[in-house]
C-alpha cells in the first residue's frame, strides 16, 4: 500500500512539473505578443479549462423540488407521524410524509442500536420509493442522551446540568448524545430545552437548566455539539430543536396546559433570550409550547410565531408543533388544523391521524382558508434542512457510530457531568468527604439501589420507571467499588438493622420518575418527602448514626423539617446511569463545584420563589453551593457554617 502512495505522489509531482513548464512558457509566449520566439507564426491562443460545474445550491434544489410537488406531496411534508401509529410503512411513501418520531416509549422490537438502525432505515427506504424520493425526518427526545435506546449512556438531566454551570460540558454531552441517536438512524433531536422554569410545581422542572435565563443562554453550546459548527458539517449532525416557544416555564402554579400571565417585557427579559442565542447559533428547529400566553394558545399564536419568532428575530428554521399541538387550538379538527398552520407552524407533529389531517389541509386550502403561500413557506423550510442535514446523499444510520454507544468514552462523560452538577448544601463539621478508610458504612434509600430513580422521566419509557431499567451503575454499586474491601457496606432499603456500630449512614431519597404533567404537583405541601422517605430517615435518626442525605430529584423539595437531623446534605438532581460521579464527590476524589440553578424554598408558602425577589428568603438562594476547599462557592452567607476540609489524594 505504501508504494502505491509513493507512486500516486511521484504521478503527482510530475504532472506538477509539466503544469509548471507548461505555465511558464506560456507566459513568454503572451510577453511576446504571442509571437513565437524563432520568429514563427504567431501561436495559437490556448483555450482556457472548463471550470467543473458546480453543485447547484441548497435554494436552488428546494426550489425545483418545490415546483415538482403537488399539494398533496406539499401537505404531506408538513405531517410527522409517531411509527406506533403508522397504518403501513408503505404509507410513508403513499403520503410523501415528511418526518416520523419515536415518542417517549416508541421503539422497536428488539430495542437495540441495530434494532433502531433497521426500523428507521426501513422506513427510509419507503420514502426514497415515493415520486420524489425525498427521505424523512426521523425525531425523538433524546434530553438526557439517547434515552429511549436500552443501552445508550443517560446522562444527568438539565437542571443537574444548569447547576454544573459548564457550557463546554453540555456541547460534549449534545456531541455524544448525536453520535449514539445518528448511529441508530435518528437524524433529529428534541432538545435542548431552553426554557426559564418559574415555579417548582411544574412536571417540566427537571427539563429547564434554571430560574434564570442566562445559565440556558450560555448553554446553546449544545446546538454546535448537536449540529456541528454548521448543520451538517459533522459526521453525526443531528437537527437540534430549543422548546419550548414561549413562556411553559412561567405558566400560573408550572401547569404545562396552563397560561403565562406575561407583559411583553417580562416574556422578553426572562423567556426569550435563550431562544434569541438559540438562533443566533444556528438551531436548525424550535418546538411550540402547550401552554398559553396571556390567554392566548402558542400553537395557535401567530404573532408570537410568526410576528416575532419568524420575522422579529429572523427565525429561518423549522417550526414544529409539539405532541397533538392541534388539540390546544380547538376541539373542532378543521379549526385545530387551520389555526396550527396560519399560525407558522411548519411541521405538525399529529402524531397519528396522518390520513385526516392531509385530507382536511387540503380543503382548507382550496377553500382559501390557508394560504398556499403559507404552505409553500412551510414546505420550503422543511426541503431546506434535510437538504442541509445531507440526508438526500445519506438518509441511512451509519452504523460506524454504532461503537460509541454507552461506550467507555461516553459514560466517563456522564460520570463527569454527574460530579460537576452535584450541589453540596449542608456539611456540619466537615463529615465529607468520607474517608474510603472507614470501616462501617450503612446504605439506606429508595434510590440507593435503583437506577430507573436515579434516570427519571424520558428514560426508555415516556415517563421513565423505577427499578433495573438500564445498564449503568446505581449510587450503592458505586459506593461499593469506590471503598477498599477492608470497609464494609451494608445496605437495607429501610434501614433496617442499621446500629451504632456504623460510622456513618449514607441516605439516598427523593422522588420517582415523572414527566410533563404528571409531574405537575398544584398543592406545594405536596413537594416534600414521601411516607417511606420520613419512615427510612426516622430510623436512621433513632440509631445515632451520623447522616449524610442524597437527594435525588427533579426539583428542590421541601426538606427544613428533616435538615437539623442531616450532618450532610447533597442535591444530586437526576444524574442518570452513572452513579459513580456521586461516589467521587462522597469520597473526595472531587470536591463539589455545583451552584443552585434554582432557589430552595424554605416553605410551601414561598413556592414560587425567585431570586430577586422582594423579601427574598430562602432555605438556600440561587447560586448556592459549598465546596471542601472554601466555605462557599456562590460568595452567600451559608445557614451553617462549612469547614474546609482537604480532597482526598487523587
Known amino acids: ?260 400571565p406575561l407583559t411583553d417585557a417580562e416574556l422578553r427579559a426572562i423567556h426569550m433570550p435563550p431562544f434569541q442565542a438559540a438562533i443566533a447559533a444556528g438551531v436548525g428547529s424550535i418546538m411550540i409550547a402547550h401552554s398559553s400566553v396571556d390567554g392566548v394558545e402558542m400553537h395557535a399564536n401567530a404573532h408570537l410565531v410568526t410576528d416575532v419568532l419568524k420575522r422579529e428575530l429572523g427565525f429561518t428554521g423549522v417550526v414544529v408543533s409539539d405532541w397533538g399541538g392541534i388539540g390546544d387550538v380547538s376541539s373542532d379538527y378543521a379549526t385545530g388544523v387551520r389555526g396550527v398552520v396560519n399560525a407558522g407552524i411548519d411541521l405538525v407533529m399529529l402524531p397519528y391521524d396522518y390520513k385526516d389531517f392531509i385530507s382536511t389541509m387540503r380543503a382548507e386550502v382550496e377553500a382559501g382558508r390557508v394560504p398556499l403561500s403559507r404552505i409553500d413557506d412551510a414546505v420550503t423550510r422543511i426541503l431546506t434542512k434535510k437538504l442541509e442535514l445531507g440526508l438526500f446523499e445519506q438518509p441511512f444510520a451509519d452504523r460506524s457510530l454504532q461503537g460509541t454507544i454507552g461506550s467507555a468514552a461516553h459514560r466517563a462523560l456522564g460520570r463527569r457531568a454527574v460530579r460537576e452538577s452535584l450541589v453540596l448544601l449542608k456539611n456540619d463539621g466537615g463529615i465529607l468527604p468520607l474517608a474510603k478508610s472507614t470501616t462501617r458504612i450503612f446504605v439506606a434509600g429508595k434510590s440507593a439501589d435503583d437506577i430507573g430513580n436515579q434516570a427519571g422521566g424520558w428514560t426508555i419509557h415516556w415517563q421513565g420507571g423505577s427499578g433495573d431499567l438500564i445498564p449503568g451503575t446505581t449510587i450503592l454499586q458505586a459506593i461499593r467499588a469506590a471503598v477498599p474491601t477492608t470497609t464494609t457496606v451494608t445496605y437495607d432499603r429501610h434501614a433496617n438493622g442499621i446500629g451504632p456500630s456504623y460510622a456513618v449512614a449514607i441516605v439516598v431519597v427523593g422522588e420517582t420518575p415523572y414527566a410533563e404533567w404528571y409531574g405537575d404537583r398544584a398543592d406545594p405541601t405536596s413537594l416534600g418527602l414521601d411516607d417511606e422517605d420520613q419512615a427510612t430517615l426516622a430510623a436512621v435518626k433513632r440509631s445515632g448514626v451520623p447522616t449524610v442525605v442524597v437527594l435525588v430529584s427533579g426539583r428542590p423539595l421541601l426538606v427544613s423539617d428533616q435538615l437539623t437531623d442531616w450532618r450532610a446534605f447533597v442535591a444530586a438532581w437526576l444524574p442518570g446511569s452513572e452513579g459513580e460521579g456521586v461516589a467521587d464527590v462522597l469520597f473526595g476524589d472531587y470536591a463539589p463545584t455545583g451552584k443552585l440553578p434554582i432557589s430552595w424554598p424554605r416553605s410551601a408558602a414561598q413556592i414560587p420563589i425567585h431570586s430577586g425577589d422582594p423579601a427574598y428568603d430562602p432555605l438556600f438562594p440561587y447560586g448556592f453551593g459549598l465546596t471542601y476547599r472554601t466555605a462557599l462557592a456562590a460568595g452567600v452567607p451559608s445557614p451553617r457554617p462549612a469547614l474546609a476540609v482537604p480532597l482526598a489524594p487523587r
Not at 37 to 64: E, F, H, L, N, Y
Not at 240 to 254: L, N, V
Request: glycine share 14%; charged share 15%; with cysteine.
Open 1 to 260: 500500500m505504501h508504494g502505491g502512495r509513493a507512486a500516486g505522489s511521484s504521478r503527482r509531482r510530475a504532472s506538477g512539473l509539466a503544469t509548471s513548464r507548461a505555465a511558464v512558457l506560456l507566459a513568454l509566449l503572451l510577453a511576446c505578443g504571442g509571437k513565437s520566439t524563432s520568429g514563427g507564426a504567431p501561436a495559437p491562443t490556448p483555450t482556457p479549462p472548463t471550470p467543473p460545474p458546480q453543485a447547484p445550491s441548497v435554494a436552488s434544489r428546494v426550489a425545483d423540488l418545490l415546483a415538482r410537488m403537488t399539494l398533496d406531496e406539499k401537505l404531506g411534508q408538513m405531517a410527522l407521524v409517531d411509527r406506533a401509529y403508522l397504518d403501513s410503512e408503505s404509507d410513508i411513501a403513499t403520503y410523501a410524509l415528511g418526518g416520523v418520531v419515536s415518542g417517549g416509549g416508541s421503539t422497536p422490537d428488539p430495542n437495540t442500536p441495530a434494532g433502531w438502525a433497521d426500523m428507521i432505515d426501513g422506513f427510509q427506504r419507503q420514502a426514497l420509493s415515493s415520486r420524489l424520493e425525498i427521505p424523512i425526518l426521523y425525531g425523538s427526545d433524546g434530553v438526557h442522551g439517547h434515552g429511549n435506546l436500552y443501552g445508550a449512556t443517560v446522562f444527568p438531566h438539565n437542571i443537574g446540568l444548569g447547576a454544573a454551570r459548564d457550557p463546554e460540558l453540555v456541547q460534549e454531552i449534545a456531541r455524544a448524545t448525536a453520535e449514539e441517536m445518528a448511529g441508530t438512524g435518528v437524524r433529529w433531536n428534541f432538545a435542548p430545552s431552553v426554557s426559564v422554569v418559574r415555579d417548582e410545581r411544574s412536571g417540566r422542572t427537571f427539563e429547564s437548566f434554571g430560574e434564570l435565563p442566562e445559565i440556558a443562554a450560555s448553554y446553546v453550546t449544545f446546538v454546535a455539539g448537536a449540529q456541528g459548527a454548521a448543520l451538517g458539517s459533522a459526521p453525526a449532525s443531528v437537527l437540534a430543536t430549543a422548546k419550548h416557544w414561549i413562556a411553559d416555564g412561567g405558566t400560573t402554579a408550572g401547569k404545562q396546559f396552563g397560561n403565562a
